[in-house]
């Protein structure tokens, strides 16, 4: 599916990029007041449900979410 073009707002190429990116995050804020009304991908879904999937059959490799994100952080 080709998506059309958005036209970019009045003045955002004007922005700095980290004022551009307070905007975006406000815009998603936004968006997501609504949780309901945002479309997951259906490819999302798939990915959960084989995630989950893979836990259910070894639930030992499962990480903590806190090991996860200390990794992360470096």
Known sequence: MERAPISEP???SNLSKA??????????DHISENPSEVPVPESH??????RLAEYQRDPKKARPAHDVLD???G
């Open 10 to 12: 009045p003045g955002f």
């Open 19 to 28: 004022e551009q990116i307070r905007y975006l995050q406000a815009l998603w």
């Open 45 to 50: 879904v798939e990915l959960a449900e084989q």
């Open 71 to 73: 990794r992360l952080r």
